[in-house]
């Protein structure tokens, strides 16, 4: 059966996750990740410009994409604390998830030996995904949700302790970080709930 152009770069994307995660992106070689679906270099290029391009379309079209459910989306007639678990839900969703485990150990890896390669992706790539999640904590804060502070005026506040969680999974393996991933959680919903409670309540 014939992929559509759709099915054929995700299936190159699939392919260089693992090539990446095998021998890192200096080591990868675009022959290899086309050898790994059965296309030529010449067929994997009519997709993917470079292998560059390859690796910033793993960031752009999973954990960073733009189609991705609002964090921050309230509902109406939603409590503070359904509103929290919600993020909480999406938010921590990605750390029992294989492949965006990889794919942030390999946005952890690639970072530190190419510093140009890491402003073009927070120029590109994190600083849009964050602009994107900012403007849902703003809404939640303009219809009255939650109040005007510090951490409601930086996402990457309201997220750190997601991060702390990932590194601990990342770092000790899903077995091992368990318990502590969820110790993170509670406390975070915890954290958020008591900034974020309105004044008077």
Known sequence: MRLSAEQRRQQILDAALVEFSSVGFEGATVERIAQRVGLTKAG???HYA?????LEALFVTTIFSPSIQSHWQWVEGASLEETVDRFLDMAYSAIGD??????FRLLITESGRSPERLRSWHEHIL???ATRRQAELDECVAKGVIPDNAVSRNFAMATSP??????????FGEELA???VARIRSAHREML?????????
């Open 193 to 201: 709930l008591i900034l974020f409670a309105r004044r008077g309540n």
């Open 127 to 129: 600083l849009p995904h």
């Open 44 to 46: 994997l290029y009519a």
């Open 98 to 103: 294989p492949q965006a485990s990889a794919i």
């Open 178 to 180: 368990e318990q502590e």
């Open 50 to 54: 470079s292998k560059d391009a390859i």
């Open 162 to 171: 997601v991060v702390i969680a990932l590194l601990t999974q990342l770092l």
